[in-house]
């Protein structure tokens, strides 16, 4: 119980430290391109955040990631870019895959970069965008994260900082 409690005290305040990056976007696949470039970026500066906010039972359970995940996904239809029957199967669909994709991260897959625009290219196609949106989101992120992630320094406090104070 004490690492579900843990779990979701970290993706509640990544979701808190991670919003302003990616909530002021009027666009679901805007938001969710930033959030996802970011967590994946996230998981390959701190590994052992990643291991702890993976947890997807989490994320089922509501909090603040699955609050946001959801109005992202509904913005995303609203605006007819998304595509999808059922808001619980895109849910879970959505997070088994960007928790594997934060696996990969955590792991030194996003090294080169071609492996974050992968990602956003694929779960942005699989949500119903067109090609052209999905190249825009890949874009998009790219710059709207560059400036956070310079110099192999995150925006974030790594979680071993978290515990030493």
Do not use: H
Not at 75 to 87: A, K, P, S
Not at 133 to 162: H, L, N, T, W
Request: one cysteine or more.
């Amino acid at each position: 119980q004490a690492v579900g409690v843990l779990s979701r005290t970290l993706s509640d305040q990544a979701e808190i430290d991670m919003r302003p990056f990616y909530a002021l976007y009027k666009a679901g696949w805007q938001q969710f391109a930033v959030a996802l470039r970011l967590s994946l970026r996230r998981s390959a500066f701190d590994p052992l955040w990643a291991n702890y906010v993976r947890r997807l039972d989490s994320w089922r359970t509501g909090g603040l990631v699955a609050d946001s995940m959801r109005a992202s996904l509904q913005l995303g239809v609203q605006d007819g870019d998304f595509c999808y029957e059922d808001m619980d199967a895109a849910f879970d669909f959505v997070s088994g895959a960007i928790v594997q994709a934060m696996s990969g991260s955590a792991s030194g897959a996003t090294l080169s970069g071609a492996y974050e625009d992968t990602v956003i290219r694929m779960l942005l196609r699989a949500l119903g965008c067109t090609p052209e949106i999905c190249e825009q989101g890949v874009a998009f992120s790219k710059e709207r994260v560059a400036d956070c992630y310079s110099d192999d320094r995150a925006p974030f406090m790594p979680v071993i900082d978290v515990f030493a104070n």
